[in-house]
C-alpha cells in the first residue's frame, strides 16, 4: 500500500504554513508514498450549498485555506521521491493557461512527481467571486481538459470551445511528464463517473472515518466506473484510484489504520491521501500522527 498525507493547509494546521518544507520532508523520510493539497477559494459566510453540496452549512475548519499551488512547489523543493497531488483542485474555477503554467512548474521542480486531481466543485460562491456560471461548471471541466491536453502537448497550442478560448501561443515548457500528467478525477455520482470512465486517468473517491465509510457503496461505485469504462472503449486496470480519508475529531489512529487495511482488503484500492486537519492542529503534531499511522497500516 501507498500512504500519503496532506500538507498544512486548512484549520488551524493552516497557520504552519511556514513549517511546509521541515513537513514534507519529514514525511518523506517517514515512509509517505505521496502529499496532498485541497482547493478552497474561499468559505461563504451564508452559503447557498453547504459543504459537499449537502445542506447550507461549511465546516469553519476550511476558513483558513493556504494556496494549494505555492504549498506544492515548496514540497516538491523539500522532496525527491514522494508524489504531489491535488485530491482536488476546482479546476474549472482556472483559467487553462495559468492552471497549465502553475501545474507544469511544479512536475518539473519534482522531476515528474505530480498527480493533478481535478473536481467541479459544489460551491456558488466560488463560481461567483470567479465570474463564472456555476450551472455551467460540468461542461466547462470538459473543456478544460481538452485544453490542458493541448496546451501540454503541443507547440504551438490553441484551444477554442464553448466555454474556454485559448489563442494560439507559443508553448515550449512542458511537463516532465509525457506526453502529460495524468488527469485524476473526483466523482460521486453516475453522470461523474462517466466523465472519470472517458476522460480519467484515476478516481479520486472520499470517506471519513469513522463516520462516513461506505466500503460497499465504494465497491458499487468502482464495479459501475469499470463498466462506464468499457462502454468507452477503455481497459479499467488503467484507470488508477487514489482514496481520501478525512478523520473526524477524536478518532484513534488504530481505527484509522484499520479502516485502511480493510478497504484495502476489500476494494483493491491500494493508494490512500490522510487529511488530519478535523483532528490534528499543528504541523509538528501531523507528522507524528502519520507516523503512527504508518507504523500502524505496517504492522499489519
Known sequence: MKIGFALPQFHRQADDVARTATFAAAIEEAGGASLWVGDRNLAAVDPVV????????IPEELNPAADPFVLLGVAAAATSRVQLGTHVLVAPLYPPVQLARSLTTIDLISGGRLLPGFGVGWSP?????????????????EELLDAL???WTTDPARYEGNQLSVPAHHSPLKPA?????????????????????????GWLPVVVVPS????????????????????SDRAPADIDAVLRVNIDAGTSTEKVADTVKEV?????????????????????????????????????
Do not use: W
Not at 125 to 141: C, I, P, S, V
Not at 215 to 225: F, H, K, M, N, Y
Not at 289 to 294: M, P, S, Y
Open 149 to 151: 491536453h493541448a496546451i
Open 264 to 300: 484495502h482488503e476489500r476494494t483493491g484500492i491500494d493508494h490512500f491521501m490522510i487529511d488530519s486537519m478535523y483532528d490534528v492542529d499543528t504541523a509538528e503534531g501531523s507528522v507524528e500522527h502519520a507516523r503512527q499511522i504508518l507504523d500502524l497500516v505496517g504492522k499489519g
Open 50 to 57: 453547504g459543504y459537499g453540496g449537502r445542506g447550507n452549512t
Open 212 to 231: 462516513y465509510v461506505d466500503v460497499d457503496g465504494l465497491i458499487a461505485q468502482r464495479t459501475l466506473l469499470d463498466d462506464l469504462a468499457r462502454e
Open 125 to 141: 460562491e466560488e463560481y461567483r467571486a470567479a465570474g463564472l456560471d456555476f450551472t455551467r461548471r460540468g461542461a466547462r471541466m
Open 177 to 201: 511528464q509525457r506526453p502529460r500528467p495524468p488527469f485524476y478525477l473526483g466523482a460521486l455520482s453516475e453522470r461523474a463517473l462517466r466523465r472519470v470512465a472517458r476522460r480519467g486517468d
